[in-house]
């Protein structure tokens, strides 16, 4: 059976993956926009092994064309430099503040969706009393 949409042919090949939070520790916040941390344990081996199966899209805000350019580069080409430098790039087919169609969403910020609007709502709604 083929699962493909026509209007999204590359949706089923496709995982998309947070950069902050799942790839670059970011253990500051947002700070000044620069890629300071670290890389997330296991990210590194995790890129590969998605990567020999799909093409992997990373999604950031950073990566939006209307942000400051921080030392003259924009976020792109900061987050690019960032995963070079972790040799983690050559992984990686697209850095983008869109979401893409994918298969799957890797986020440390997703609530998954499964016709649970109750337990979400009870999830969200508590976390914010819980602060």
Not at 87 to 108: F, G, N
Request: some cysteine.
């Amino acid at each position: 059976m083929n699962n493909e949409n026509p209007a999204y042919p590359d949706a089923d090949k496709t995982i998309c993956i947070d950069f902050d939070g799942v790839i670059h520790n970011s253990y500051s916040g947002y700070k000044d926009g620069t890629c300071y941390g670290d890389m997330v344990p296991g990210a590194d081996t995790a890129l590969e092994a998605i990567a020999s199966l799909y093409k992997v899209v990373v999604l950031t805000v950073k990566a939006r064309p209307d942000r400051p350019l921080i030392g003259g580069k924009t976020g792109k080409v900061l987050v690019a430099e960032w995963l070079e430098k972790h040799k983690l790039m050559q992984y990686v087919s697209e850095i983008t503040s869109l979401k893409p169609a994918a298969k799957y969403y890797i986020d440390d910020k997703g609530i998954t969706f499964k016709q649970n609007w109750p337990e979400i709502l009870y999830a969200v709604i508590l976390e914010r009393f819980n602060k």
